[in-house]
């Protein structure tokens, strides 16, 4: 079974730092892009940020960048999401999704992200 | 990059047809044939509904329909049933690498 498991996701101060983590199953990891979009408490799905196959091409939503990083370990199967200095509006959930040709056919349950004082 | 602009919600009876428009610019929607269509239920994963404009992924049923004109691109959903009732987001490439959302679109089943 085609399969992604998002974990890593919490409660965190403004200004704080989390990683959340998605491992892969179910089908051949270094054939495809992978992505994170996010949905934050009352608003749309928002794409964040992708790599490609071998993890040499990096893009990232302009609101993110300088403070995610997305990175990834073909031999583990698993993408990541480095996130640091977290406002408020980053709150969401965190979906991992597999991504080819800009369509996303294959997504997680999702990792909750709570940024709070 | 601004989100793709979407009805806020839309609305049908069991049985009926409705459309959902998705409107872009030319550097997203209308220049490119990487249009796709998801269904979110709240709590659940969304789920690809139609690809690159107009194509059913596997296990979609054909009661589901996508096209393009110009900047715009439509979700037409025919024979409404009560388990359609979800949220529906256009999504477009945006660039090299980079992809745009809509602001969804919320999908009454009256």
């Known amino acids: 079974e085609v399969q992604l498991v998002e974990s890593g996701g919490g409660f965190v101060q403004p200004g704080g730092s989390l990683r959340l983590s998605c491992a892969a199953s179910?089908?051949?990891?270094?054939?495809?892009?992978m992505t994170w979009v996010r949905r934050a408490p009352g608003k749309g799905l928002e794409w964040v940020a992708n790599?490609?196959?071998?993890?040499?091409?990096?893009s990232y939503v302009d609101s993110v960048k300088g403070r995610f990083t997305i990175s990834r370990d073909n031999a583990e199967k698993s993408v990541y999401l480095q996130m640091s200095s977290l406002r408020a509006e980053d709150a969401a959930v965190y979906y991992c999704?597999?991504?080819?040709?800009?369509?996303?056919?294959?997504w997680g349950q999702g990792t909750v992200v709570t940024v709070s004082s | 990059q601004s989100a793709l602009t979407q009805p806020r919600s839309v609305s049908g009876s069991p049985g009926q047809s409705v459309t959902i428009s998705c409107t872009g610019t030319?550097?997203?929607?209308?220049?490119?044939?990487?249009v796709s269509w998801y269904q979110h239920h709240p709590g659940k994963a969304p789920k690809l509904m139609i690809y690159e404009v107009s194509k059913w992924p596997s296990g979609v049923p054909d009661r589901f329909s996508g096209s393009k004109s110009g900047n715009t691109a439509s979700l037409a959903i025919s024979g409404l049933q009560t388990e359609d009732e979800a949220d529906y987001y256009c999504c477009s490439k945006a660039g090299s690498n980079r992809s745009v959302f809509g602001g969804g679109t919320m999908l009454t089943v009256l």
């Open positions: 030319s550097s997203d929607v209308g220049g490119s044939n990487f």
């Open positions: 999704v597999r991504h080819s040709w800009y369509t996303f056919d294959v």
């Open positions: 790599i490609n196959q071998d993890g040499g091409e990096r």
């Open positions: 179910g089908f051949t990891f270094t054939n495809y892009w």
